[in-house]
């Protein structure tokens, strides 16, 4: 009678979990339904400005130096007239100036933009999307760009780290915050 018992859940046992998986089979198809289907397409890439001063050289300054460098980081993202297209800009401006005097050696901008044809992504999202996933696509080419402008310069290439571009968006979005909190009339 025990081997019966046994023999019993076991054969139970396979048939609850074949029913299990059935059921989270089925509870992953439905949320794949209800998550929008987000599709990103690059379109086009393209340098709108790029300028580089060798401010070194213009002064004659000759011999090593030991370089600071500051880089500020910008981003604008514009609708375009064909639906569901994006004009999504890396502004740089890389300042690099002597350690001992502060003297400049050079200065870079670069305006950097990438056409997307964005797709499945909710309204309320489309601005941090725009502003944080576009650029992480372009920043490869950003960075290849000033390594080459700046060893064409005279300069060992610069390399740039890695921008953390959710960091970024946060602290706009917080600086935005502050600034409307400041200009709202104080009761």
């Known amino acids: 009678m025990s081997d019966e018992t046994t023999n019993g859940a076991a054969d139970q046992a396979p048939t609850d979990q074949t029913n299990d998986q059935a059921n ?75 350690k001992e005097k502060g003297d400049p050696l050079f200065l870079l901008e670069l305006e950097y933009a990438g056409i997307f044809q964005v797709e499945g992504v909710p309204e309320q999202q489309l601005h941090p999307y725009l502003l944080i996933e576009c650029p992480r696509v372009t920043f490869p080419f950003v960075r290849r760009i000033v390594s080459d402008v700046t060893r064409d310069g005279g300069f060992p290439p610069l390399n740039l780290e890695m921008i953390d571009f959710m960091k970024l968006y946060r602290q706009e979005v917080a600086r935005r915050v502050q600034a409307q909190q400041q200009a709202a009339p104080q009761n």
């Not at 089979?25 to 400005?49: K, T």
């Not at 514009?78 to 890396?90: D, G, L, P, S, W």
């Open 24 to 98: 989270g089979e089925q509870a992953n198809a439905a949320q794949q339904q209800q998550q929008p289907q987000i599709s990103q397409r690059v379109l086009g890439q393209f340098v709108r400005d790029l300028s580089f001063e060798n401010i070194m050289v213009q002064k004659g300054v000759t011999g090593e130096v030991q370089p600071e460098i500051q880089v500020q980081v910008n981003l604008d993202a514009k609708k375009r007239q064909a639906e569901n297209q994006y004009e999504v800009i890396t502004k740089l401006k890389v300042t690099s100036k002597t």
